[in-house]
């Protein structure tokens, strides 16, 4: 599995854009990259996933870099409420269950 | 609507005790994984199961750890002789279908476990 290195925490303000960044330089051809976010004292919940284009959905964005050894995932507008722990997971197609970090711990400031 | 449920939230065991961990999925979804996540770390997995069949029980720490779904809904992990480092969370996880690349999983709040 491709092995993953996230800053282990981050501070962002509320209302402003969040970029957590992820490196999987050894991620091959076939793995998507999955983001995972965990609330505290919660499971994880599902964000985004992306193979090569950039991905938007009601959450986040994900942006993909074009050799595919990186990928930042984009909160446009921080709230208090997406204080978590932010995981990023690449997946073998076909691939069943899912390979955690230690993620980055995001503090949002009111 | 309904997501995946666990019970209890909280057990409290002395050591050498058996515990039995309960999972209620999504109704309908057809995997389900158990995860093991210690203080501060993220979640590994244990335990996948595809309806009945236990797929894939590689990452069950000791032949102490036991896991079933009999009849594919309902899952139960049960760890015999439980010992201190067998403290954590447990999260299980169900996802509507397997082996594809769009398989998202759905997590339950987990069960934390203190073996004393």
């Known amino acids: 599995d491709a092995k993953t290195t996230q800053p282990n925490s981050m501070e962002s303000n509320e209302e402003e854009p969040v970029h957590l960044p992820c490196n999987h330089s050894?991620?091959?051809?076939?793995?998507?990259i999955h983001w995972y976010r965990q609330l505290p004292s919660q499971g994880p919940e599902y964000v985004i996933h992306?193979?090569?284009s950039n991905v938007n959905n009601r959450m986040a964005s994900l942006a993909i870099a074009e050799d595919r050894k990186s990928s930042t995932l984009i909160l446009h507008r921080a709230t208090l409420r997406d204080a978590a722990v932010y995981y990023c997971?690449?997946?073998?197609?076909?691939?069943?269950?899912?390979?955690f970090g230690t993620g980055t711990r995001l503090t949002v400031i009111p | 609507g309904a997501g995946v449920s666990q019970s209890p939230r909280y057990k409290v065991a002395k050591r050498g005790q058996d515990v039995a961990l309960r999972c209620d999925p999504i109704?309908?979804?057809?995997?389900l994984f158990w995860y093991q996540q210690a203080l501060g770390q993220g979640p590994e997995f244990l335990t996948y199961f595809q309806n009945e069949a236990q797929l894939d029980k590689s990452g069950l720490p000791s032949d102490r750890f036991f896991a079933e779904r009999p009849e594919g809904s309902v899952s139960t992990l049960k760890i015999q002789r439980t010992q201190q480092e067998d403290s954590a969370v447990y999260l299980c996880?169900?996802?509507?279908?397997?082996?594809?690349?769009?398989?998202?999983?759905?997590f339950g709040p987990g069960t934390r476990l203190t073996v004393l």
């Open positions: 997971i690449p997946r073998k197609t076909g691939a069943n269950n899912l390979f």
């Open positions: 996880a169900s996802s509507l279908a397997s082996g594809t690349y769009a398989n998202q999983q759905f």
């Open positions: 992306g193979l090569t």
């Open positions: 050894t991620i091959s051809g076939t793995d998507y």
């Open positions: 109704s309908g979804h057809v995997s």
